[in-house]
């Protein structure tokens, strides 16, 4: 991949807007949440400088880390995009202004009690669409009584669903895994859909994303 980060993000915007062309959707229904895991802070400042203001991180100490060092960029948005541990909500509950991975109770708990006193953070609760063993995210089963469960609490405002379905290039499978999420954001009321990275945030969209969470396409390939 070449170019700037700039140009990237250039290169990111024009191809999201194409996208919301094509679905008929407005370019504002769509947030592009830059992934910067892994990225030193100077690129983050070189996106921020073109524009960017919405940034995803997976690792909590991370985040932490990044938004201390980055504290002077005014209005940069922070979303914690990977599960976290109990103990580690902590590092991601003052700074973060969007959680995409809620999959536990205990982890709702904690957030909970950490944001007491500030404004209620916007909350994705992930879903396991792709039913794999080994990630992450709720079985959509039991997504009714977890719902029921962390939209009572304080602090949190739960907004939609998250997920990250396993990688496949079968565009037609890509799609069912989108349709199956939007549907069942609808059931369960949540307008939000955090959905797409690199490899599908176009066809994402088509489906509905209000969220789409891009790393490689801008940053380049991590190590
Ligand atoms: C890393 C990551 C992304 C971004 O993936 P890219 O392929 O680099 O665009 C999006 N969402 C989650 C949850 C991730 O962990």
């Not at 938004?67 to 209005?75: I, Q």
């Not at 959680?99 to 909350?123: I, N, Q």
Request: proline share 5%; charged share 25%; glycine share 10%.
């Amino acid at each position: 991949m070449s170019g700037s980060v700039a140009e990237r993000l250039a290169a990111v915007r024009e191809r999201v807007a194409a996208a919301c062309a094509r679905a008929g959707r407005p370019v504002e229904s769509v947030t592009l949440v830059a992934v910067s895991k892994l990225k030193p802070a100077a690129l983050i400042r070189e996106a921020y400088a073109a524009g960017q203001r919405d940034f995803g991180e997976n690792y909590a100490q991370e985040l932490r880390d990044k938004a201390a060092e980055l504290a002077d960029l005014e209005g940069l948005r922070w979303h914690a995009i990977g599960p976290l541990q109990t103990n580690k909500v902590k590092y991601v509950a003052r700074v973060a202004g969007g959680f995409h991975a809620l999959d536990r109770l205990e982890v709702a708990k904690e957030m909970s009690k950490r944001r007491e006193g500030t404004s209620p953070l916007p909350c994705y609760v992930e879903v396991n669409v792709g039913g794999e063993d080994t990630k992450s995210g709720l079985e959509p089963g039991a997504l009714g009584d977890f719902l029921a469960e962390a939209r009572a609490l304080p602090g949190l405002q739960l907004v939609g669903l998250m997920s990250l379905p396993p990688p496949t290039d079968d565009e037609a499978r890509a799609r069912g895994y989108f349709q199956t999420l939007r549907e069942l954001a609808r059931t369960h009321g949540l307008p939000g859909l955090s959905m797409g990275t690199t490899h599908d945030f176009e066809l994402a969209i088509q489906e509905g994303a209000t969220v789409v969470r891009v790393g490689t396409a801008i940053f380049g390939e991590r190590a």
